[in-house]
């Protein structure tokens, strides 16, 4: 496969980023809150949004902390975020960038690691990051796990979706993308000395959002795909068409949601 750049694959800069992430929000935001609320989310915390992406979770996370408490929003690009009195946004490479000066009551990451090339140094800086008892929660897809865009591969429009996804899949791993990160995890916030670690998996089976999500993804990797000889143009034409017809149950990988605790000094 050729690598048409090094970029993140799906770059921020895209017009469809804004679609992604408001869909990304609708399929994955209350679960994301079901995860805080059990952490015990609460006014004046200070929590560290990496790889915020859109605006959605930095936007709720400053509203449920309050003016006593503070969130830092950081991603490559934060074309997508703006600051306000409690939300702190800021340029950071979680991979190659220092640890920020201040400490957290939870470090959170969605959908970010997966795409990291020296995710073992981004856990090392989020765990530094963390204050003693504070909590590391961290939330990877796992597509190995449930591979398929259409999981009732019922004719040869859902064969073909199956397929795109596929190509979709060799895009992100030849970028790097660890496609059974999400498992990983627990082991690996256990691995850095992180205690009480638990982990569970969420994922809808079919959603207008996941429609949403497609549409965007497939127009924002199109080029890939056919650069690549992953896809036809009548093929990209044909599934989007199906995609927008609303004719697909579509659904998305396994969000593996994990977190664990600073053990206090
Ligand atoms: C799939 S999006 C997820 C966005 C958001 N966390 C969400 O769940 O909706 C991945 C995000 O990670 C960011 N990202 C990729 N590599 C990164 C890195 N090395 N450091 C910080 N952010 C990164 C991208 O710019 C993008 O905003």
Redesign the pocket.
């Known amino acids: 496969m050729s690598r048409d750049d090094d970029r ?1 694959l ?1 770059d ?1 800069r895209q017009a469809e980023a804004g679609t992604r ?1 408001d869909a ?2 609708e399929l ?1 935001d209350p679960s994301t809150f079901r995860h805080f609320d059990d952490l015990g989310l609460a006014a004046g915390w200070r929590v560290w949004e ?5 605006p959605s ?1 930095p936007r709720r996370l400053a509203e449920r902390v309050g003016p006593t408490g503070r969130v830092l929003a ?4 934060t074309s997508w975020l703006s600051d306000s009195a409690v939300l702190e946004v800021r340029r ?4 190659t960038d220092p640890v920020p000066a201040e400490s957290f009551d939870v470090v959170h990451a ?3 690691l997966v ?2 090339a020296d995710r073992a140094q981004a856990l090392r800086t989020m765990v530094r990051a963390l204050r003693p008892g504070g909590v590391l929660f961290l939330e990877d897809a796992d597509p190995a796990l449930q591979p398929l865009l259409c999981p009732d591969e019922s004719g040869p429009e859902q064969e073909l979706a199956n397929r795109l996804r596929r190509g979709f899949r060799e895009l992100l791993a030849a970028r790097g993308a660890d496609l059974g990160y999400g498992r990983k995890l627990p082991r690996l916030l256990r691995e850095a000395g992180l205690t009480d670690v638990r982990a569970d998996a969420y994922f809808p089976i079919t959603s207008p959002a996941c429609a949403v999500l497609e549409a965007a993804t497939v127009r924002q990797v199109s080029a890939s795909l056919l650069a690549n000889g992953l896809a036809t143009e009548e093929e990209l034409t044909r599934h989007l068409a199906a995609v927008e017809a609303g004719r697909l149950d579509l659904a998305t990988s396994p969000m593996i949601s994990c977190w664990g605790r600073r053990p206090l000094d």
């Open positions: 993140y799906l921020n992430f990304l929000a994955f990496v790889g915020a992406g859109g979770v950081t991603d490559i690009d950071h490479d979680i991979g969605r959908l970010v795409h990291v």
